[in-house]
T-cell receptor, first 111, second 114 residues
Framework: GQQLNQSPQSMFIQEGEDVSMNCTSS?????WLWYKQDPGEGPVLLIA?????ELTSNGRLTAQFGITRKDSFLNISASIPSDVGIYFC???????????FGTGTKLQVIP | DAGVIQSPRHEVTEMGQEVTLRCKPI?????LFWYRQTMMRGLELLIY????????DSGMPEDRFSAKMPNASFSTLKIQPSEPRDSAVYFC????????????FGPGTRLLVL
């Protein structure tokens, strides 16, 4: 089956630093999604990408859909304490709704 | 607008007991998903419904698990009998097919089976 590998698994950064994380797949996807999960809550969608090569921003977050359709990355600029949480990538094939989630990147921001 | 509603938020039960988790999707959404999250396996899709009909239940771990969606505003996930290895956070999510297929998650039910 499809596997999504996220890296790094966890990271500690200083407030104000930029963050970069990525996700690679053993097979292609037609949609890439990035979610954030706060402690004790469900994942919340941050960014959705629908076309290979697409670069999309949402405030301080920027995500890109890799041209091979097997990878995606997420950047967070000028991190702040509320960025703490677990970030999940997810891939989806077109035509139906099944989504495969990555293993997550746990982000800790040191004030 | 209310988001996805799940109940209970926490459940502690003893091995062998029946557990029923409940979900109310966002009004108007026609897809509903049940996920399980554990440290070891991450987020796993258990089953999903389209217009109240189960489409893919290949993620349901075994016959002890069953899910129903009797109408567009309610779904249940039942575990009978429960086992300690079923301890996890169970999420329900819903989506509106016509709007770019993004899913909205509920707050989850934290299940502990002793």
């Amino acid at each position: 089956g499809q596997q999504l590998n996220q890296s790094p698994q966890s990271m500690f950064i200083q407030e104000g630093e930029d963050v970069s994380m990525n996700c690679t797949s053993s097979s292609i996807f037609n949609t890439w999604l990035w979610y954030k999960q706060d402690p004790g809550e469900g994942p919340v969608l941050l960014i959705a990408l629908y076309k290979a090569g697409e670069l999309t921003s949402n405030g301080r977050l920027t995500a890109q859909f890799g041209i091979t359709r097997k990878d995606s990355f997420l950047n967070i600029s000028a991190s702040i304490p509320s960025d703490v949480g677990i970030y999940f990538c997810a891939g989806q094939l077109g035509g139906y709704q099944k989504v495969t989630f990555g293993t997550g990147t746990k982000l800790q921001v040191i004030p | 607008d209310a988001g996805v509603i799940q109940s209970p938020r926490h459940e502690v039960t003893e091995m062998g007991q029946e557990v029923t988790l409940r979900c109310k999707p966002i009004s108007g959404h026609d897809y509903l998903f049940w996920y399980r999250q554990t440290m070891m396996r991450g987020l796993e899709l258990l089953i999903y419904f389209n217009n109240n009909v189960p489409i893919d239940d290949s993620g349901m771990p075994e016959d002890r698990f069953s899910a129903k969606m009797p109408n567009a505003s309610f779904s249940t996930l039942k575990i009978q009998p429960s086992e300690p290895r079923d301890s996890a956070v169970y999420f329900c999510a819903s989506s509106l097919r016509l709007y770019k297929r993004t899913q909205y998650f509920g707050p989850g039910t934290r299940l502990l089976v002793l």
